[in-house]
């Protein structure tokens, strides 16, 4: 099951909006280059799993992919198929699911993504079995693009937001820098819910503990994101490229990876 607090962050409704604007921009921004730089050509199969409300799975189909979206918020399956029957590239599915436990035939997809699930599984063994479910179901060769947040994302962002000098957000801050367990037991949504914070170095093992062959980890958003005027600069063509110039030159930096909030794996099965 899904930790009740999770499903009651997400029933909020924000991920969509987050997206959008400022962190969250560019974020995707990368998130879509990663994805741009490694994907098959349409119309391979993709399974999205912890889609949202297909903010990346209507894209996909709008460029021809054959796009299965799953998720474990019954709000958000509901906002995907209302947006998929209202385009004209609708998903083949969107289906209420759990990555532990995927409602799939085996080797069914070119293409898995878990770009949200696994930095909810705050017990290693459901994140080997989200990895494991999703090697099942890729065909052999399949690729799988998977998302992490760093270990030290909430430091970072409490310095540069000031929350660190809240006692309580201090106190998360503390014991996620111990042992990644990030839990929030105020309603500010802000402060994010109940998630596991890797450190780089533990995706590898975990990805190929699944039967999965690792090939890359990436820096997603790398040191951009601590900037507090990002709509601005991504706004301005010239400026923008030369930040995700700077970017793509460290994404692969194993001494700067964890300062990234986010980073994504490449597998194949």
Do not use: C
């Amino acid at each position: 099951m899904i930790a009740s607090e999770i499903l009651d962050y997400y029933g909020e409704g924000q991920e969509e909006r987050r997206l959008n604007a400022s962190l969250g921009r560019l974020e995707r921004i990368r998130t879509w280059e990663i994805m741009e730089r490694h994907l098959p050509p349409a119309p391979s199969r993709l399974l999205d799993v912890g889609g949202g409300t297909g903010v990346y799975a209507l894209p996909l189909a709008d460029r021809g992919y054959r796009v299965h979206l799953i998720d474990p918020v019954p709000l958000h399956v509901e906002r995907a198929r209302a947006l998929s029957s209202a385009s004209e590239a609708p998903l083949v599915s969107a289906d209420v699911g759990d990555a532990r436990k995927l409602d799939v035939a085996d080797a069914t997809f070119d293409v898995v993504l878990l770009l949200g699930p696994l930095y909810h599984l705050t017990d290693r063994r459901d994140r080997v079995d989200a990895l494991a479910e999703a090697r099942r179901v890729l065909v052999a060769g399949g690729l799988l693009l998977s998302a992490y947040i760093s270990r030290f994302a909430s430091a970072y962002d409490g310095i540069q937001e000031g929350a660190l000098r809240d006692a309580t957000f201090a106190a998360i801050v503390d014991r996620d820098l111990t042992d990644g367990i990030h839990q929030n037991p105020t309603n500010r949504l802000e402060w994010f819910t109940t998630a596991y914070f890797h450190r780089p170095e533990e995706i590898r093992p975990e990805i190929e503990e699944a039967g999965l062959r690792f090939e890359s980890l990436i820096a997603v958003e790398g040191p951009g994101w601590m900037n507090q005027d990002l709509d601005t600069w991504l706004d301005d063509g010239v400026a923008r490229e030369r930040l995700l110039h700077v970017l793509r030159r460290l994404e692969s930096e194993p001494s700067s990876i964890g300062a990234s909030a986010h980073m994504v794996a490449v597998a194949h099965r």
